[in-house]
Structure formats: C-alpha cells, structure tokens
Nanobody, 124 residues
Framework: QLQLVESGGGWVQPGGSLRLSCEASGFTLDNYNIGWFRQAPGKEREGVSCVSWSGGTANFAVPMKDRFTISRDRAKNTVLLQMNNLKPEDTAIYYC?????????????????WGQGTQVTVSS
C-alpha cells in the first residue's frame, strides 16, 4: 500500500516559519516527482512546488517562490517544504502528492498518491 503522510503544520504568527514533512510508506520517494499543493476554504487547489525524481525543482506560484523551498532528504525517504516569512494568505491545508512523470507538473491530476494534508494557519 502506497501512503504519504504530511506533518509539521500548525499555527504561526505572520513572519514565522514552518517546515512541512512528507513521509512515504510503501515506496521510495526518490523514484517519483513529489509536489506540494495547498487548498484554502472556498478556493481551488493550488500548486506550490515540486521536486522531481532527478532532484530538479519547480515553483508554481511566484508569490511563494522566494519564501518556500522544497528539498529531499533521501536518507529519510522524506520531502520537505521549508516555509519562511509566512503570511495570512498562506493559511490552507497543505498536501503532498507523488507523480510518475518525467517532469514536475502543477496539474494535480498528474499525481496518483496523496496524503491527508496538514493544516497551516497564519494569523496574529
């Protein structure tokens, strides 16, 4: 059974930081593109970033690209999303997902395995 589990979410004040973790069970993340997505209430799911099987990264949203960094910890079979200088508009449920593609995609339909999400709340 293939599973992804997100962790690291929580509440922070604006300007704070969080590091989200996406941990795999049943497969090796090295062999997949791993994307981070987020969804706020009443809004469409939004692609955040992706790290490919080869280690290349793609940023899907300009407002986040200078604040969020995606990386792999191959030894721990984990993909991380470091989020700095968080803003209230970053409040959302954050999901990681795996795709069997050659290149990173912001299209959520390309991802076949999803975690349950972790809540990130940014407020004063």
């Amino acid at each position: 059974q293939l599973q992804l589990v997100e962790s690291g979410g929580g509440w922070v004040q604006p300007g704070g930081s969080l590091r989200l973790s996406c941990e795999a069970s049943g497969f090796t993340l090295d062999n997949y593109n791993i994307g981070w997505f987020r969804q706020a209430p009443g809004k469409e799911r939004e692609g955040v970033s992706c790290v490919s099987w080869s280690g290349g990264t793609a940023n899907f949203a300009v407002p986040m690209k200078d604040r969020f960094t995606i990386s792999r910890d191959r030894a721990k079979n984990t993909v991380l999303l470091q989020m700095n200088n968080l803003k209230p508009e970053d409040t959302a449920i954050y999901y990681c997902a795996a795709a069997s593609q050659f290149w990173c995609s912001s299209n959520s339909t390309e991802y076949h395995t999803w975690g349950q999400g972790t809540q990130v709340t940014v407020s004063s």
